[in-house]
């Protein structure tokens, strides 16, 4: 009985779903992006002493202009071999609530740039889709080029922002590679990691982020690091995207690392990282701030990287 009922009720949950497309659709990218002007913690504070950076450009899904606001933080002095990064955010906070990460990263040796999509901070309204977020992300990766041609540039996303990243690295060419942070598989995967990722919600997403199909098509090198409790992005699925790729890559996995404090207590690792994969020049090391008293572990497999 109790399992007919649980039938019963998934059945009626999904034909409630079916019934509704163009709702289901707005309140998946809602639930997804939860798009907004906030930040958290500090960062306000944090992002004091960067620059305001505006993106212009049509969009060819609405055929209406759009404007993007972002932050840039570059390092001193610039010179042609130091790397810049397009840093692409996770859902819910605006561009600012980036600029502790955007700090550590740049300690880390790259000038950095973040935006916000559409719907979130200063940049144009309206609620963020799929396309949308793919195409502001293109759109700021060209701002990149444009500004930056002789440098190398890299590729960061965080979360629902490393989908994304995947998916722009799939498409562009001129990336020096790619880094991925907390982030997943598929929508698909992540809603059915859940308690209730039984339920028959698959055929009814339609913000699907497909990460894993995509990963295949980059041809820059790939940094995949997640934290062991990470309790919003299982770890395992972090680790099946890694696996997918076919390009030289290398997966770090934090030991106590959670979905938001990587790069602050993983910061030794990421510079061992980008050093072995990236070839990178390690900058000066800075007193850290932050960072946990003992050393996480870097877990990767014994053919990685693979240059």
Known sequence: MKTWSLYASATALVALLAA????LD?????????????????????????????????SSLTDE???????WLGRAPESPDQPVMLYLHGARYNVAGSSPRMRRMNELGFSVLAIDYRGFGKSSKGLPSEDSAREDALEAWKWL??????????IFGHSLGGAIGIDLASRVHDESGIIVESTFTSIADVVSSFK???????PFITQRFEAISKVKDIDAPLLVVHGTADSLINPTLGRKLYD?????????????GSHHNLNSIGQAQYR???????????????????MAASQPTVAHSASTPSL
């Open 26 to 58: 707005e309140r998946q990218r809602e639930w997804i992006f939860q798009p907004s002007d906030r930040s958290w913690g500090n960062s306000e504070a944090s992002s004091k002493g960067m620059d305001d950076v505006w993106i212009e450009f049509k």
């Open 65 to 71: 202009p759009v404007k993007l606001h972002g932050l």
């Open 20 to 23: 509704g497309c163009s709702t």
């Open 196 to 202: 209730w990722g039984w339920l028959p919600f698959g």
């Open 244 to 256: 997918a790729a076919t390009v030289p890559k290398m997966f770090v996995l934090v030991e106590g």
């Open 145 to 154: 080029a444009a500004h930056h041609p002789k440098q190398p540039r890299y």
């Open 272 to 290: 061992s990282a980008l050093t072995q994969l990236f070839r990178m020049h390690e900058p000066p090391l800075e007193p850290p701030t932050d």
